[in-house]
């Protein structure tokens, strides 16, 4: 009889360890049920706080906004996107008209003109209303915090940046002065192609060299080949990279929060090159205030006593401390000097060209 009790309370005790341990579970099992009710509720509850949300800013009392697909939360339409943006744009454009809206990542709104009667009204009609540009990480960095003439915000400190460099650059007169050194430039290259007739040519390399010994002119009062070599090459290099940045998309620009990571390297690789930039560029300028200190401030190089783009700012520096930043950041003045050169190249060439 004591065996057969022994036996029973070992068997009671394993019946009771098994029902605990599946209450156990079974507790486990509500737990998790009631996560995932919670988990699913949040979701749902954020997704119509955010519709609500953007409902809301579109009708409070602003415009209406044009008509556009939906978004989807957070992520927006960034994952319809396709590489052909061009194409997309104007398939989206035949569904939504000629004027549609998107957003990408959190908040950004895009707004697509599909009509040159809507570009005219926005370049030029509202000039005023569109003259900012989309500050990028990229662009921010290139640009000391998008401090220069090209995506700087339309504000007292781009005023006078523009007013130095229509003034000094793009006026009829200094037009006018390097005229016949474009015709030389353009003509020295159509003659260099021509010899070459049978023979491969790197037309990239020989079109950046043009325009870069042309801009030079006007901001240096010289070409590349005076600087050296290797510089034009350095030059067109470091400017390559520097565009195949811009052309990255980088998730720091739809998502801000987090831009601290740098998630793509963006920011890296815009500063690397942006520090060569700078290294090519002060190399110039020091070169010209060395030159300076042992000529006359009436010539400095020129001819006739005429000074150059560069001389310019130097004589400004003394005036106005905030011309100084703008020394290291020459290159910008590239960017509007390559679409002055390509204007000035079909003038002289035609459409051909």
């Known amino acids: 009889m004591g065996t057969v009790s022994v036996l029973y309370v070992e068997e009671q005790r394993k019946c009771t360890i098994t029902q605990i341990y599946h209450l156990q579970n079974e507790k486990m099992i509500q737990l998790n049920d009631q996560e995932l009710i919670l988990v699913t509720i949040s979701v749902a509850i954020l997704a119509m706080l955010w519709y609500k949300l953007t409902l809301s800013s579109?009708?409070?009392?602003?415009?209406?906004?044009p008509p556009g697909p939906r978004s989807l939360p957070v992520v927006g339409y960034l994952p319809f996107l396709s590489p052909d943006l061009h194409k997309q744009f104007t398939n989206m454009a035949n569904t939504y008209g000629?004027?549609?809206?998107?957003?990408?990542?959190m908040s950004k709104l895009y707004v697509v003109i599909n009509t040159p009667e809507l570009a005219k009204a926005v370049v030029r009609d509202q000039d005023e209303a569109?003259?900012?540009r989309d500050q990028t990480v990229a662009a921010s960095i290139i640009s000391y915090g998008c401090q220069d003439l090209v995506v700087s915000k339309n504000n007292s400190h781009?005023?006078?940046?523009?007013?130095?460099?229509?003034?000094?650059?793009?006026?009829?007169?200094?037009?006018?002065?390097?005229?016949?050194?474009?015709?030389?430039q353009v003509r020295r290259t159509i003659m260099n192609v021509f010899s070459n007739i049978g023979t491969p040519i790197n037309i990239s390399e020989i079109?950046?060299?043009?325009?870069?010994?042309?801009?030079?002119?006007?901001?240096?009062?010289?070409?590349?080949?005076?600087?050296?070599?290797?510089f034009g090459a350095e030059l067109q290099m470091v400017s390559a990279k520097i565009v195949e940045i811009f052309g990255q998309p980088n998730l720091s620009d739809f998502f801000?929060?987090?831009?601290?990571?740098?998630?793509?390297?963006?920011?890296?690789?815009?500063?690397?090159?942006?520090?060569?930039?700078?290294?090519?560029?002060?190399?110039?300028?020091?070169?010209?205030i060395k030159s300076s200190s042992t000529k006359s401030q009436d010539g400095?190089?020129?001819?006739?006593?005429?000074k150059d783009f560069l001389q310019i700012l130097l004589d400004l520096k003394d005036k106005e401390e905030w011309i100084i930043d703008q020394l290291l950041r020459l290159e910008r003045i590239i960017d509007l000097g390559n679409w002055w050169v390509d204007r000035h190249l079909m003038c002289l060439y035609g459409e051909a060209w």
């Open 130 to 132: 569109f003259s900012n």
């Open 98 to 105: 000629p004027i549609f809206k998107f957003y990408l990542g």
């Open 158 to 184: 781009w005023r006078k940046l523009r007013k130095i460099f229509v003034h000094e650059v793009m006026s009829s007169k200094s037009l006018e002065a390097c005229g016949c050194f474009r015709r030389d």
């Open 58 to 65: 579109s009708s409070n009392g602003a415009p209406s906004l």
């Open 207 to 230: 079109a950046f060299m043009t325009e870069a010994n042309v801009i030079t002119s006007m901001i240096f009062d010289t070409t590349l080949d005076h600087f050296g070599d290797s």
């Open 256 to 288: 801000p929060s987090l831009a601290r990571f740098d998630l793509q390297g963006i920011e890296r690789d815009m500063k690397k090159q942006r520090d060569k930039l700078d290294n090519i560029f002060t190399s110039i300028v020091e070169e010209r």
């Open 300 to 306: 400095v190089g020129q001819d006739n006593g005429k």
